[in-house]
């Protein structure tokens, strides 16, 4: 017990020199560096200029959410989940098999290789895409019925923009557009992303509370070996990484702009669907099997998860049919501090949250946490 008190007691001194260091950095890279060291790494962009992504659509022009009609359970539930953390949604129905009209079949969709529910969500995908166009909104997040996020989503995408533009070595960001709109997708939220295998640049946010360990993580990709190798300071357990995708899988939650909902509509709809949307999207992203190469970012893990109630298996998903006699507890994958398993208490207004892993000893990650008060930290760019 004493020794593990220590140990505890060193992480925290290491973690509060840590904070007090970014806070520095921070604090001389935005107010005294000359201009001259405006390229460095360590250039960071003011808390301000990404203000508006504490509004009431997380600073992209709207919000959708995709949900069958009749699963009123998912809108009640993602409804209070977005409500408690300060933004809504317009909810888009989904497709059911029965309402896609075989005229209206994209090209290369083989019904002997995808169920007709995957292509019924190809088709709500699109429906999301062409709203994105008709109303002209430069930025669109689009979101599914059972996405969870961390309690801290603002903080978390505020510093994903930030290594956004510095990997993109913007210097100048509108405050209109804190993400900006020179990029197709953000890969937000999904269970899988990774960068080009010779990818070297990369935004890392070491010592991240919000990132769950490894063996707790339904998910693939993340950093490339050569990263692994050349910088093991940057614990898998603990990073959070940014970086330019080319691989992505469900989801869950991504964000395009209106050139990108273009791109993705043209590619995937007048050209061809050979795939399940969401490999699909992939090869957009890596520009393989003869498609032509979009710009997706994404960070690892991902900021949007999906979110299980317990119970009966059969009611998770409405595209695949689950055995009803398969049970299972809830489940909120890849996130630590999840807002829809600390629904209740956010509900009531208390100020405490709770990690899913209450029973662990995690240095960098606190089994609970006062989420009005909780800083995010920062990252930097490695390349
Ligand atoms: C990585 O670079 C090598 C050498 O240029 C190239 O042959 C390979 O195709 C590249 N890999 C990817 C995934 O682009």
């Not at 959070?240 to 989801?251: K, L, P, S, T």
């Not at 949307?277 to 099997?289: H, Q």
């Not at 690892?300 to 409405?318: K, Q, V, W, Y």
């Amino acid at each position: 017990m004493i020794a593990r008190g220590k140990i505890l007691q060193m992480a925290i001194a290491a973690f509060a020199a840590y904070a007090f260091f970014t806070l520095l950095v921070r604090f001389i890279g935005d107010e005294a560096w000359p201009n001259s060291l405006s390229h460095s790494p360590r250039n960071f962009i003011h808390d301000s200029t990404f203000e508006h992504i504490q509004n009431r659509t997380l600073g992209f022009e709207h919000i959708y959410a995709i949900s069958m009609k009749e699963r009123t359970d998912k809108r009640d539930f993602l409804t209070l989940a977005a409500t408690v953390s300060g933004f809504k949604v317009e909810w888009l129905d989904g497709v059911r098999p029965d309402d896609l009209h075989p005229k209206a079949m994209p090209d290369g969709a083989d019904t002997s290789l995808m169920k007709p529910t995957v292509i019924a969500c190809w088709r709500a995908h699109m429906n999301a895409l062409l709203n994105v166009i008709t109303n002209d909104y430069s930025t669109a997040l689009v979101l599914e019925d059972d996405a969870d996020w961390d309690v801290s989503l603002k903080s978390q995408l505020r510093e994903f923009a930030r290594g956004l533009h510095t990997l993109k070595g913007n210097d100048h960001v509108s405050k209109e557009a804190p993400y900006g709109t020179d990029w197709d997708l953000l890969w937000i939220g999904g269970c899988a992303s990774g960068p080009n295998a010779n990818e070297t640049s990369f935004y890392a946010i070491p010592m991240d509370p919000t990132v769950p360990r490894v063996h707790h993580r339904s998910t693939w990709g993340g950093p490339t070996d050569e990263w692994r190798e050349k910088y093991p300071e940057l614990a898998e357990d603990s990073t959070r990484f940014i970086y330019r995708a080319e691989m992505g899988c469900c989801m869950f939650g991504y964000a395009v702009t209106n050139r990108g909902a273009r791109n993705i509509l043209s590619a995937l709809s007048v050209d061809r669907l050979d795939k399940p949307v969401d490999n699909a999207l992939g090869d957009l992203c890596a520009g393989s099997y003869g498609r032509r190469q979009i710009e997706c970012w994404a960070p690892f893990p991902n900021l949007i998860g999906t979110h299980r109630r317990a119970g009966s298996a059969s009611r998770d998903s409405d595209i695949e049919k689950n055995n009803i006699a398969e049970f299972h507890e809830e489940q909120a994958w890849n996130m630590v501090y999840s807002t829809r398993r600390n629904i209740q208490q956010l509900i009531a207004g208390e100020d405490t949250v709770y990690s899913q892993w209450k029973d662990e000893d995690v240095p960098w990650s606190s089994k609970e946490i006062r989420h009005k008060e909780f800083i995010y930290p920062g990252g930097y760019l490695v390349n």
